[in-house]
């Protein structure tokens, strides 16, 4: 996704309305009808709103689990998030594009699912729900993006990687990645947490 491409936002006021957190919130449906309704939505140029914290660029985080393990990779240097490079994750997903309003009701929901198929194939049947969210005002990064986090619980773990900054990827148990815990990136870490019991919220 190029610098000028607008992506997906929310104004950071609208944010603050349903209810100010940080950490991981878990999902509740009145928070979720207010962050993810369409009437809502803007796309801005990536560029302007990286640096512009008056608005969230909506991120869906999606954990892939099979039985009682979690997918999870190191990122590579390929990808176009300099920031995260050679962290470890538990989330795929990314930016929201104004290409993935054309023609649907729902151009979070489109952007979610084109992002989970651009960068793995999934070979098998699954179900999908979203866990919560996640904000970190802690970081200039964190300022400008909310995480939407979905867990898809799978069939069986047939999941490959479709783009080369997903590396040594697998299947693990929570318990044997959160003894790697520092080597994850933050949202991962929030989310690892939650799954673990731990209420990752700070406020």
């Known amino acids: 996704m190029s610098a ?14 349903v209810g100010y957190f940080s950490g ?5 449906e009145a928070h979720a009808a207010h962050l993810l309704d369409p009437a809502g939505f803007e796309f801005r140029p990536r560029a302007e709103v990286e640096t512009d914290p008056a608005f969230k660029q909506l991120i869906p985080y999606i954990v892939l689990q099979h039985a009682h393990e979690l997918f999870h990779y190191r990122r590579g240097s390929s990808g176009t998030e300099k920031r995260l ?17 054309v023609g ?11 992002e989970l198929a651009e960068e793995v194939d999934i070979r098998c049947e699954y179900s999908e729900c979203c866990l919560g969210f996640i904000n970190d005002d802690r970081t200039l990064v964190g300022r400008v993006h909310l995480g939407v986090v979905h867990l898809c619980r799978l069939a069986t773990p047939m999941v ?5 900054v997903i590396s040594s990827a697998g299947f ?12 994850f990136e933050t949202w ?13 919220r700070t406020s």
């Open 188 to 200: 991962s870490q929030f989310t690892l947490d939650y799954l673990s019991g731990s209420d990752s």
């Open 24 to 28: 991981f919130r878990p999902f509740d």
């Open 85 to 101: 490079q050679s962290l470890r994750s538990i989330g795929l997903g990314g930016h929201i594009s104004a290409t993935d309003a």
């Open 172 to 183: 693990a148990s929570l318990s044997s990645l959160r003894n790697s815990y520092s080597e």
């Open 4 to 17: 000028d491409e607008c992506v997906l936002v929310i104004p950071t006021k609208r944010f603050h309305e």
């Open 104 to 114: 649907v009701t729902d151009a979070y929901r489109a952007g979610m699912l084109r």
């Open 160 to 164: 490959f990687p479709r783009e080369e």
